[in-house]
Every structure is written in C-alpha cells, then in structure tokens.
Nanobody
Framework: QVHIVESGGGLVQPGGSLRLSCTPSLSIFSIYPIGWYRQAPGKQRELVAAITSYSSTNYADSVKGRFTISRDNAKNTVVLQMNSLKPDDTAVYYC?????????WGQGTQVTVSS
C-alpha cells in the first residue's frame, strides 16, 4: 500500500492561484505515472492532469492553459500549479499513483474558489 501525502488546498478568490503537492512513499518514484483528479459535489471524479514517467503531460480541456503539472523525481514530488482559478474548479483534489483503476489514491485536499 502506497502512502500518499497531499498538500496545498485551500480557499482562494476567482483569478487566484494555488499549488498542490503530492508526495508518495515510493522507493522507485520515477517509474510511476501520477495524476491529479477532482470530484465536485454531485459529480463524478474526473482527471485534471497527469504526468508519465517520461514527464509527458495530459490535461483536461477545462484546465488547459491554466494548470501545469510537473514532477521532481529527486524529491519524490508531483506539483499541480493552478492559476486563473474559477468557481467551477471548486472540488476535492486527489493524487493518484499508478492509474485510476489499480493505483493508489491520496486522501484528497479541498480547493474552494469563491469571492
């Protein structure tokens, strides 16, 4: 079982920025794909951004140009930089290691965008 520590959520005004971090307890961190997902009340969990072991990235259309995912293999950390936040970005954000079907999930961190 992988232990995943997430941090960086909070309350921010529209147009503001937040930086989410995901640090899994993995001995060979660099080989795993990492994804950030989110789930808003009454909605299904959806992929926000993902990064492969080769640092190839993928984004949901709704966040392209605003969010950036990156990884630092030396620090076992993946960061999701979120800029120009909108109220529709409000959700619980989850870090996933190894894919949504068989991988491991963090406990989630709340992001609220509101004035």
């Amino acid at each position: 079982q992988v232990h995943i520590v997430e941090s960086g959520g909070g309350l921010v005004q529209p147009g503001g920025s937040l930086r989410l971090s995901c640090t899994p307890s993995l001995s060979i961190f660099s080989i795993y794909p990492i994804g950030w997902y989110r789930q808003a009340p009454g909605k299904q969990r959806e992929l926000v951004a993902a990064i492969t072991s080769y640092s190839s990235t993928n984004y949901a259309d709704s966040v392209k140009g605003r969010f950036t995912i990156s990884r630092d293999n030396a620090k076992n950390t993946v960061v999701l930089q979120m800029n120009s936040l909108k109220p529709d970005d409000t959700a619980v954000y989850y870090c996933n290691v190894g894919g949504p079907e068989y991988g491991s999930w963090g406990q989630g961190t709340q992001v609220t965008v509101s004035s």
